[in-house]
C-alpha cells in the first residue's frame, strides 16, 4: 500500500535559520508531488509542485524552494526563514489526480 | 488559476441536524473534490466530483456538483460529534491544480 512520510511534526527555528522538511512517499512511482502551507483557521496554499525528477514549479514568489531529488523524495528548503513563515507545511502525493494523500504535516513556528 | 470561494467559515450545529457547506469557482472546474480535516490533523480525501450535475452520496453526507461546474455543495444529516472538523472543496481546473477553498469548520452541540 501507498504511504507517505513526513518530518519532523513540529519545528521551531529562529529567524534566519535555514530549514529543511523532507517528504517521502513509498508504493507508487512516478507520483505528482506537492508543498501546501496551512496559516492557523485558513486553507491550504499551494507553494511547490512536481511532476518529476528535477521539475519544480513554484507557485508562490518567496524565501522558500523545493527539490526533488529522487522520485519518491520532495524536499522544502529555506536558507533564511522569516517570521511569516510560520505556518503548518503539508506534502501531497497523486498519481491519476482522483484525490491528494497528505502526510501528516510539520507545523512550523518561527521565533 | 481558479479562485474557491466557500461557506459558511464557521458552522455550529446541533447534534441531530442538517448543514450545508456550499463552493463556489471563478471558472469552470474540471472536477470538485472534498477534504475532511480534524482538529489537529491533516485533510482526508472524502470524494471526487466529475460530471455536471453529480451527486454522490456517504452515508450521512451528500455531495453534490453543480450544472456548470463552478459550484457544489456538501450536505450532512443527522450531525454527530464525529463530523467535527474543517471541510475543503478543492476545484480542479485543466491544468490539473488543485484550489482549495478556506474550508467551513464544523462544530456539534450535544
Known amino acids: 500500500s501507498q504511504t507517505i512520510h513526513q518530518w519532523p511534526a513540529t519545528l521551531v527555528q529562529p529567524v534566519g535559520s535555514p530549514l529543511s522538511l523532507e517528504c517521502t512517499v513509498e508504493g507508487t512511482s512516478n507520483p505528482n508531488l506537492y508543498w501546501y502551507r496551512q496559516a492557523a483557521g485558513r486553507g491550504l496554499q499551494l507553494l511547490f509542485y512536481s511532476v518529476g525528477i528535477g521539475q519544480i514549479s513554484s507557485e508562490v514568489p518567496q524565501n522558500l524552494s523545493a527539490s526533488r531529488p529522487q522520485d519518491r523524495q520532495f524536499i522544502l528548503s529555506s536558507k533564511k526563514l522569516l517570521l511569516s513563515d510560520s505556518g503548518f507545511y503539508l506534502c501531497?502525493?497523486?498519481?491519476?489526480?482522483?484525490?491528494?494523500?497528505f502526510g501528516s504535516g510539520t507545523r512550523l513556528t518561527v521565533v | 488559476g481558479q479562485q474557491v470561494m466557500q461557506i459558511p467559515q464557521y458552522q455550529h450545529v446541533q447534534e441531530g441536524e442538517d448543514f450545508t457547506t456550499y463552493c463556489n469557482s471563478s471558472?469552470?472546474?474540471?472536477?470538485i473534490q472534498w477534504y475532511k480535516q480534524r482538529p489537529g490533523g491533516h485533510p482526508v480525501f472524502l470524494i471526487q466530483l466529475v460530471k455536471s450535475g453529480e451527486v454522490k452520496k456517504q452515508k450521512r453526507l451528500t455531495f453534490q456538483f453543480g450544472e456548470a461546474k463552478k459550484n457544489s455543495s456538501l450536505h450532512i444529516t443527522a450531525t454527530q460529534t464525529t463530523d467535527v472538523g474543517t471541510y475543503f472543496c478543492a476545484g480542479q481546473g485543466v491544468d490539473y491544480k488543485l484550489s482549495f477553498g478556506a474550508g467551513t469548520t464544523v462544530t456539534v452541540r450535544a
Open positions: 471558472t469552470t472546474l474540471s472536477n
Open positions: 501531497a502525493w497523486t498519481v491519476d489526480f482522483y484525490g491528494y494523500t
